[in-house]
């Protein structure tokens, strides 16, 4: 046998899903973080633009007062002041804002310090000292611009600017490489990644329906062939999972479905058998029963023509015995008729029951006159039965409706038929005195009675024998009635066309 | 150094906090501002502060040092407008160029109380002079003086032509400069020819200029190779060096600041500061390593 895992299908399906979901998640973090590294890159990349545009503004505000000084100490026009005056003032704020829009570079701060200490070195030490020499001396104003102390130290700040821009537009560069390839790097692992998704997503479909939707499918094949009566169906069941589970109950239903058709099998032919001997015996009994019977009624037959004189008084007792041994042959001929209905071959035709009816009407025309009785034939159907056990029925059945009425009341009788699917239900109605619906079984019995033979003749066999000839026929019989209100008899029969 | 400093600081402050009636606890932002000393536009001056800044941050005190300001005019503008508390000064430069005065007092004296004078009502104090000058003078190739048989200024006069005088641009309007040299001598054929100061003699070694002005202790005059012309009218007055420091200032580092700027100012002779500058100028040591030595030597550091 293949070794199989002993984890339970449950716990793979979970297995497998939480290595799916771990997968995607992992992707869907590293787009995450790719696309904020690329949002993070552009925010600032545009702050390092805003710090290069505050550091050309400084620049060009330290411009504005040099010339302005240069203009002044030249000229001593106040009006070369106006703008070096306002950059003066402005000055300081775009230090800050320069230093703080470097703020995420620590080597990019210290310059820009740098840079702020130098232009306050160059305003408080040269700018300022100048504007106010030359106001009150400015010839010596204009020997000290001659030295270009204020170009040297313009010049050394313009370096440090420079060097400041370079290092930004570095840094600006680095930081948009180093997105990009993060983001090229991402996208390649995103697609990778979705493509590895796709692929254990068809692992799993396949693992599943390897592992689970086979299995399953076999079971249920099995199922489909045990419903159809095969009951040697089963499946392997070699794995320790849920489906091995399933494999081992189809396996024991199928098993214990199987031992229990083999018992019914085996107690219905034994029923069978017996039925047979029982009906053998009855047969065979009945048959030997009449010559004796036919011997004893010849010889009181004999001792009645002979000896009737000598007898005197003993007549009765012969017709005792005449009359006892009429009734046992009756009985008797009851017996034979039942144990034979049943068995023996079906003659089928096709008849058309009004047919059977008005045979069996004919047979009964004395008793139904008698009783001034009222029969009435609905329509019939053609039906393809064995034509003398029909008739057999149909007579039983008229002759009871008739045999049992109310006294004083005509007996009403009503026969008619319903199709009810590939079956017609003939039904035999009246006006009698009923019965109680818990003997509406019992009466099919053999020689069951329900009224004592004084009130209403006969052995009590006819509808046992109805019940075998209906049965042999493929059909039932049954009765509907409640006590003094009439009864319903039905039997079914298979429909001609069907 | 910042370290001395703020280790200093956070002592003051622990001496601020002993004190009974200290009203509030001192913390380091408390801490004093580094006294800002700057220095003018030549290497005698970076040497200058070099020594002082050593000096005084050896005793705790931090410096600031502001090197290469400029000339005269515009250092002592910047420490009027307060964005320097001290710069040593050249006694003679500071009366006649920012206090305007000519005469030329022979007493030694004479010119630091002057001085003191005319710093006192603009609220700073000169402190103790230098033993050394360091005067201007007007310097000529041996050659040039013996082709013009040249000895003191007023010989230029009789030099046909103009005599191109290499000297830093604010000789032009200086009284110690041609302003004086035509007042005092009638020397009107000279002409400036306006360059950084310590590039002067490479001009006079090149012939671009007839002469140079120079400071007597100039490391470049030891060798010989220039002639000094004599000045018997005292256009050039003497020099030594005070340094100009603001009252608030010294009230703020307390006597101890006074102290120690004096004792570095005594030692400063003649020779001891023509060795350090040929060392800086010739040799081209690093001026704070010549500073340092120097101070160590005195037993300053």
């Known amino acids: 046998m293949r070794r199989t895992l002993r984890t339970p299908i449950t716990t793979r399906v979970l297995l497998l899903s939480a290595t799916a979901s771990v997968l995607i998640g992992a992707v869907m973090v590293i787009l995450i973080v790719a696309v904020t590294a690329q949002r993070n890159a552009a925010r600032s990349a545009f702050r390092s633009q805003e710090a290069l545009a505050a550091g050309n503004q400084l620049e060009k505000s330290l411009l504005t007062i040099e010339n302005g000084v240069r203009g002044y100490v030249a000229s001593r026009r106040e009006k070369f002041l106006d703008p070096a005056n306002e950059a003066l003032t402005s000055y300081p704020g775009e230090v800050r804002r320069l230093t703080s829009l470097v703020d995420d570079d620590p080597g990019q701060q ?53 060097s400041l821009f370079a290092r930004e537009r570095a840094v600006i560069n680095a930081r948009e490489d180093r997105a990009e390839m993060g983001s090229a790097r ?107 019977l036919t011997t004893i009624s010849m010889y009181a037959e004999l001792i009645e023509r002979r000896h009737a004189a000598d007898l005197n008084g003993g007549m009765a ?63 019939l159907p053609v039906v393809r039965v064995d034509r003398a056990g029909v008739c057999r029925v149909l007579q039983n059945l008229i002759g009871n409706a008739v045999k049992f009425s109310v006294p004083g009341r005509p007996p ?48 009590g066999i006819g509808l046992a024998i109805c019940e075998r000839i209906i049965a042999q026929h493929g059909g039932r019989i049954w009765v509907t009635s409640r006590p003094g209100e009439g009864s319903e008899f039905s039997f079914t029969l298979r429909a001609a066309e069907a | 150094m910042r370290l001395a400093a703020l280790a200093v600081a956070a002592l003051l402050a622990l001496a601020g906090c002993g004190g009974s009636d200290a009203p509030k606890p001192s913390t380091v932002a408390d801490a004093k501002p580094p006294l800002r000393i700057g220095t003018k536009n030549f290497p005698e001056q970076f040497l200058l502060g070099e020594i002082y800044k050593q000096a005084i941050e050896a005793r705790g005190v931090p410096v600031e040092l502001k090197a290469n300001i400029g000339s005269s005019e515009i250092i002592h503008q910047a420490l009027t407008d307060g964005a320097l508390d001290m710069y040593p000064e050249y006694i003679g430069v500071l009366l006649s160029e920012v206090a305007n005065v000519r005469a030329r007092p022979k007493s030694p004296g004479a010119p630091y109380r002057r001085a003191q004078a005319f710093e006192a009502p603009q609220v700073f104090a000169m402190l103790a002079p230098s033993p050394f000058s360091d005067q201007n003078a007007l310097a000529v190739t041996p050659a040039y003086a013996r082709r013009h048989h040249l000895r003191a ?63 007597t202790t100039d490391g470049q005059l030891a060798s010989g190779r220039y002639v ?74």
């Open chain 1, 317 to 379: 007792l012969v017709d005792g015995i005449r009359g006892a041994t009429q009734e046992a042959r009756t009985l008797i001929r009851d017996l034979l008729e039942y144990s034979r209905a049943g068995r023996g071959e079906l003659a089928l035709e096709e008849i058309d029951a009004r047919d059977l009816v008005a045979r069996a009407l004919e047979a009964l025309a004395g008793p139904i006159e008698e009783a001034h009785a009222h029969v009435h034939v609905d329509d």
């Open chain 1, 412 to 459: 009403e009788v009503e026969i008619g038929a319903d199709r009810d699917g590939d079956m017609w239900r003939v039904w035999v109605r009246d006006n009698g005195i009923g019965m109680d619906p818990k003997d509406a079984e019992r009466i099919f019995e053999p020689f069951k009675r329900l009224h004592g033979e004084e009130a209403y003749p006969g052995t």
């Open chain 2, 228 to 301: 000094i012309l004599r000045d018997p009218r005292g256009v050039f007055g003497t020099q030594h060096v005070s340094p100009i420091i603001s009252r608030r200032a010294l009230n703020r580092y307390g006597p101890k600041l006074r102290a120690i700027i004096d004792s570095v100012s005594r030692r400063l002779t003649a020779p001891a500061m023509q060795r350090m500058n040929a060392q800086v100028q010739i040799d081209r040591r690093a001026t704070a390593d010549v500073a340092g030595e120097f101070l160590r030597g005195q037993g300053l550091k």
């Open chain 1, 186 to 292: 991402a996208i390649a692992i995103g697609v990778g990644g979705l493509a590895l998704v796709l692929l254990v997503a068809a692992g799993v479909t396949l693992y599943l329906r390897r592992s689970v939707v086979r299995p399953v499918v076999t079971v249920a094949d099995a199922t489909g062939r045990l419903a159809g009566g095969d009951l040697s169906a089963r499946v392997p069941a070699h794995r320790h999972d849920e489906l091995g589970d399933l494999a081992r109950g189809f396996n024991a239903m199928a098993d214990s479905l199987q031992r229990s058709r083999d018992q019914l099998e085996h107690s219905n032919a034994e029923l069978k058998r017996s039925n047979a001997e029982l009906d053998q015996f009855a047969s065979v009994t009945s048959h030997d029963l009449q010559a004796p």
């Open chain 2, 153 to 215: 200024i007023p010989d230029l006069k009789r030099i046909p032509g103009t005599v191109r005088i290499g000297a830093p641009p604010e000789f032009q309007t200086r009284f110690e400069g041609l302003v004086g040299l035509a007042e005092r001598y009638g020397l009107h054929n000279a002409k400036a020819r306006a360059m950084p100061i310590g590039s002067q003699y490479a001009a006079l070694d090149s012939g671009r200029v007839d002469a140079a002005a120079v400071f």
């Open chain 1, 110 to 162: 210290a310059r820009a310090r740098d840079i702020g200490g130098e232009i306050d070195d160059y305003v408080t030490l040269w700018a300022r000292p100048l504007i106010g020499l030359a106001r009150t001396r400015p010839a010596s104003a204009r020997s000290v611009v001659i030295t270009n102390g204020g170009r040297e130290r313009l010049d050394t700040i313009q370096r440090d600017f420079a």
